[in-house]
């Protein structure tokens, strides 16, 4: 019941539709008049001048926590970015991953460039972008391109159409096998996508298991490492591969974060 409620949140929230937002903000509304009266009554009384030009309600922040330190992107945006910079590598290249998550993070202490389907418009140290579709032919410019690449929570779109990429049942083992190319043998590639019983739910994403994932990956790269986010929002580090093979380390919506090694 309570994976079904957040699931009912997240679709309502992807269409623009926050209702834990809603109905916090309801709350506040009885605090924010209130608070109103109060600071009205203390400005009467002071001689500072603040004049109070227009109401800017925030009505919801007061029942909200300090910040989050929870859940799948928050997790593997770090995770990844701290092996990145334990690892120094030469080139790291990144695909469709969150700029203002994971790739912020890198560009604060290193270059990084970004390859993705859609185009970004502003300007930011560090980082150098490239607007291509990874599910088509690529520039033999970025065949052995890096030595390092990074593919977070972005592989399970390919070919859904959701970014404006062309529909494509199998794009995403067409995202693989140009990682493959512009990937340097012997180059670290990080990768992340969901992880439960496999299925598709259009337009958002696909949904891996475990079983297929290795199938599909034992060809091209080699497991250095495994971590996972369950479905709680909580990492798992250093985890078998052989605990999570049967019920996808028991995650309907989890996230599965590889570290692999180019063959």
Same mark, same amino acid.
């Given at each position: 019941?309570?994976?079904?409620?957040?699931?009912?949140?997240?679709?309502?929230?992807?269409?623009?539709?926050?209702?834990?937002?809603?109905?916090?903000?309801?709350?506040?509304?009885?605090?924010?008049?209130?608070?109103?009266?109060?600071?009205?009554?203390?400005?009467?009384?002071?001689?500072?001048?603040?004049?109070?030009?227009?109401?800017?309600?925030?009505?919801?922040?007061?029942?909200?926590?300090?910040?989050?330190?929870?859940?799948?992107?928050?997790?593997?945006?770090?995770?990844?970015?701290?092996?990145?910079?334990?690892?120094?590598?030469?080139?790291?290249?990144?695909?469709?991953?969150?700029?203002?998550?994971?790739?912020?993070?890198?560009?604060?202490?290193?270059? @990084?460039? #970004?390859? =993705?389907? $859609? /185009?970004?418009?502003?300007?930011?140290?560090? !980082?150098?972008?490239?607007?291509?579709?990874?599910?088509?032919?690529?520039?033999?410019?970025?065949?052995?391109?890096?030595?390092?690449?990074?593919?977070?929570?972005?592989?399970?779109?390919?070919?859904?159409?959701?970014?404006?990429?062309?529909?494509?049942?199998?794009?995403?083992?067409?995202?693989?096998?140009?990682?493959?190319?512009?990937?340097?043998?012997?180059?670290?590639?990080?990768?992340?996508?969901?992880?439960?019983?496999?299925?598709?739910?259009?337009?958002?994403?696909?949904?891996?298991?475990?079983?297929?994932? @290795?199938? #599909?990956? =034992?060809? $091209? /790269?080699?497991?250095?490492?495994?971590?996972? !986010?369950?479905?709680?929002?909580?990492?798992?580090?250093?985890?078998?591969?052989?605990?999570?093979?049967?019920?996808?380390?028991?995650?309907?919506?989890?996230?599965?974060?590889?570290?692999?090694?180019?063959?």
């Amino acid at each position: 019941m309570i994976f079904f409620l957040k699931r009912v949140h997240s679709m309502l929230s992807m269409s623009g539709i926050d209702l834990i937002r809603f109905m916090r903000s309801l709350r506040g509304v009885s605090f924010y008049l209130r608070d109103f009266i109060r600071i009205k009554k203390q400005q009467k009384a002071s001689s500072i001048l603040f004049p109070m030009q227009g109401l800017w309600p925030c009505l919801s922040d007061k029942f909200a926590e300090g910040g989050s330190a929870s859940g799948q992107y928050f997790h593997q945006d770090l995770l990844v970015a701290k092996k990145i910079f334990d690892n120094k590598p030469i080139t790291h290249v990144d695909v469709g991953s969150r700029i203002d998550g994971f790739v912020a993070h890198v560009a604060s202490f290193r270059k @990084i460039e #970004i390859f =993705d389907i $859609r /185009f970004v418009t502003n300007y930011i140290h560090n !980082i150098k972008f490239v607007q291509c579709n990874m599910m088509g032919e690529i520039d033999k410019s970025f065949v052995d391109y890096c030595d390092s690449l990074s593919c977070l929570h972005a592989l399970e779109h390919f070919g859904l159409g959701r970014y404006g990429d062309p529909i494509k049942y199998d794009g995403y083992l067409d995202g693989l096998n140009n990682f493959s190319k512009i990937l340097k043998k012997g180059g670290i590639f990080y990768l992340s996508v969901p992880i439960g019983t496999q299925r598709i739910e259009f337009n958002a994403h696909r949904v891996f298991s475990i079983d297929y994932l @290795i199938s #599909i990956l =034992d060809d $091209r /790269f080699e497991l250095v490492n495994l971590s996972y !986010i369950d479905d709680h929002g909580d990492l798992h580090e250093n985890a078998q591969i052989s605990t999570g093979i049967k019920d996808n380390f028991g995650c309907n919506f989890g996230c599965a974060v590889f570290e692999l090694k180019k063959k």
